[in-house]
């Protein structure tokens, strides 16, 4: 992460990097992870997103909300969080008495770093009688100015939460705010940021996949453009694609969210066609350039050295504990 970073207040060492070399050749990874998990007494959480080697090597693999329910119950004196900041953030918001390390302190999402927290105190102030839902992709500082988290599989439920009269402020993501208020029918002004990911996915590549393969069902991530979400047979967070593809009858998926959930879908279902959506840029992969930073090398590193950790300001971490609990507590 470089020093110009947003995340740079809630680092212990801004500049520090994996030391890649000091790993011995040919030293067993998997067993030397195995090994530290133990000796270290802890606990290895990862997103969907992931790289396969590590989901298959995590305690808890999951989505934002599932992760975020794990860091508050663990027991474990560790957690290594395989996913990007703002998890690991939110882990350590959960549980301060903890070391919370992650394999690459470079690992960011484009949500949260377009919404630095003093822009956003600064956007707020349009607002002072409404209340503040946050989507987790953001940061503790931003989640201090919020009343409310969400995660993508909750939104709709925490937004109904908050009784009819009440003016709402929906952010960081936009395409998230504007299905939850198709959803809700509840007016919202939405921060204008967006995935790197999802926002790449258009209609009109998908209609011509679509049109390629007519019996597969098209399941999308709510943080995709409306015109995408329009045209899916549904919409919902990763473990929810990860639950449709499970159970629907259907033996094709045209899955438009990060690629990295393909490896659970194909474990739940071996035998059905999952044809990732193209992105209409860039590489054309539907990979996040940030979740994919982290590896089993720099996991092994964060195991042996304990490092980088993730450290919060005692009183931003109490200010943005309040709006997470607040979350949980919905269940
Ligand atoms: P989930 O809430 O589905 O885990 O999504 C997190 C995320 O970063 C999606 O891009
Ligand atoms: Fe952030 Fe998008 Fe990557 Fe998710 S996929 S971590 S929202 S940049």
């Known amino acids: 992460m470089s020093i110009n970073s947003p995340y740079a207040t809630s680092l212990v060492s801004t500049t520090y990097v994996p030391d ?13 992870i195995q090994r530290l998990r133990t000796t270290r007494k802890a606990v290895i959480l990862a997103h969907y997103y992931q790289e396969p080697e590590i989901q298959d090597l995590a305690d808890f693999v999951g989505d934002s909300l599932q992760l975020s329910q794990q860091a508050a119950k663990t027991d474990a004196e560790v957690i290594a969080f395989c996913g990007v ?33 003093d822009q ?13 839902v946050s ?25 109904e939460s908050i009784p009819q009269e009440k003016k709402l402020v929906f952010a960081p993501d936009r395409h998230l705010g504007k299905w939850v208020l198709k959803q809700t029918g509840r007016d919202m002004v939405l921060w204008p940021g967006f995935c790197i990911v ?63 959930i393909l490896h659970q879908m194909r474990q739940r279902r071996p035998s059905v066609e999952l044809i990732p959506a193209p992105a209409d840029s860039g590489c054309n992969c539907s990979l996040c350039p940030y979740m994919k930073l982290n590896s089993l090398e ?34």
């Not at 890649?20 to 030397?32: K, T, Y």
């Not at 900041?85 to 484009?110: N, Q, R």
């Not at 050295?305 to 709006?323: F, G, H, N, S, Y």
């Open 20 to 32: 890649l070399e000091s790993i011995e050749p040919g030293l067993d990874l998997v067993a030397e």
């Open 85 to 117: 900041h703002f998890m690991a953030e939110t882990a350590k918001i959960l549980s301060p008495g903890k070391k919370v390390v992650i394999p690459d302190m470079d690992a960011g999402c484009s949500l949260a770093d377009r919404c630095p927290a």
């Open 120 to 132: 956003f105190a600064e956007w707020l102030k349009q607002y002072p009688d409404h209340e503040v």
């Open 135 to 159: 989507y987790i992709n953001c940061s503790a500082g931003v989640k201090a100015l919020s009343t409310i988290i969400c995660t993508s599989s909750n939104a709709v439920r925490v937004v």
């Open 198 to 260: 999802h926002e790449q996915f258009t209609a009109k590549r998908i209609a011509a996949l679509k049109a390629k393969h007519p019996e597969a069902k098209l399941i999308a991530h709510p943080e995709c453009d409306a015109t995408v979400s329009q045209m899916a047979d549904f919409v919902g967070s990763t473990a929810a694609l990860l639950n449709y593809v499970a159970k629907d009858p259907a033996n094709a998926f045209i899955v438009a969210t990060e690629a990295g």
């Open 298 to 331: 720099k996991l092994y590193l964060a195991l042996r050295d304990l490092r980088p950790e993730i450290t919060l300001d005692e009183e931003v971490r109490l200010r943005a504990l309040k709006p997470v609990e607040r979350m949980l507590a919905l269940g």
